[in-house]
């Protein structure tokens, strides 16, 4: 299998932070931070300086303060206050309509921060309108759809260790026709045959990543891988009874990661895939 570490890391760390949001949902509340803040004041504008551009996950919100977790497990505390520009990067919400209600557990941030000490005070958080979608979806779930999920949720997340220490034990790939992201029947079959096998792993999860050949656009691309690696996930779900809790948030590479030659109708048909991957921690992994 060949995916790139740094963006499959980013991966991990989004699904598992969103999976957390997901399993608070009985209550529809956020998450408290999981720091202690002793001086919950911040510095005047005028008394600070520009500070570290932060990019991360949401994973924790209290008051005026959030908790961005970046790539490398870090954890950053960042003040808002009613002078924080909060933008979406593209289509999908009217950038002066967002609000500091928009900032929910499981959204990718990037931050712009003043800085006074330790303390840091964000002059502008942007995000994608695409995830922002997703997780309000999640985070406005209802009880009832989430209950039965909550306590499975919660057991195979206490045991999960270092997110980068994952040992694949499986990767099955479907193929699709070029610029389609229809599943063939041999697709179907091959999709439930992967979720069974994988059901009988008790701390197994599955990451899903969808590809392109090198014909089209970037842009056409990366739709098309999404929309591709989308379909998988549903009928994983739909057809093939994999519970949504045991799936990390599935992405599109687009023309990346090439198993084959794009120069030739061979190869760019063997890239036209998506990848279900099969993933146990290796902190549980043998237990």
């Not at 309509?97 to 928009?102: E, I, N, Q, R, Y």
């Not at 197994?204 to 990543?209: E, H």
């Not at 379909?231 to 198993?259: F, H, I």
Request: charge should be neutral.
């Amino acid at each position: 299998m060949h995916i790139n570490s740094k963006n499959t890391k980013m991966l991990l760390l989004a699904a598992l932070l969103t999976g957390a949001a997901s399993t608070s949902l009985s209550a529809q509340t956020q998450s408290p931070l999981s720091v202690a803040v002793t001086d919950d004041s911040t510095p005047a504008r005028s008394e600070m300086t520009e500070g570290p551009e932060i990019n991360g996950i949401i994973s924790a919100r209290s008051g005026a303060r959030m908790q961005v977790t970046t790539a490398d497990g870090a954890k950053k505390v960042i003040a808002i206050d009613d002078a924080t520009k909060i933008t979406a990067s593209k289509g999908l919400f009217s950038r002066d309509k967002l609000a500091a209600a928009s900032l929910i557990n499981g959204i990718p941030v990037t931050v712009k921060t003043l800085q006074s000490g330790d303390a840091l005070l964000a002059s502008s958080i942007k995000l994608t309108g695409k995830d922002l979608k997703v997780a309000r979806m999640i985070h406005g779930g209802t009880e009832q759809g989430f209950a039965e999920q909550t306590a499975a949720t919660e057991a195979l997340r206490g045991r999960m260790g270092d997110i980068d220490k994952y040992n694949v034990k499986s990767t099955t790939n479907v193929n699709f026709d070029t610029g389609k992201w229809v599943l063939s029947e041999q697709a179907k079959t091959d999709l439930c045959a992967a979720a069974t096998a994988a059901e009988g792993q008790e701390n197994a999860l599955l990451l899903v990543v969808g590809y392109t050949d090198s014909v089209g656009s970037e842009d056409y691309n990366q739709v098309l891988s999404e929309k591709r690696a989308s379909r998988v996930v549903n009928y994983l779900q739909q057809a093939c009874k994999w519970k949504p809790y045991r799936m990390l948030t599935p992405t599109g590479m687009a023309e990346s990661d090439p198993m084959a030659d794009n120069e030739t109708p061979e190869g760019k048909a063997q890239n036209r895939r998506v990848a279900v991957n099969v993933l146990v921690s290796k902190a549980v992994d043998g237990l």
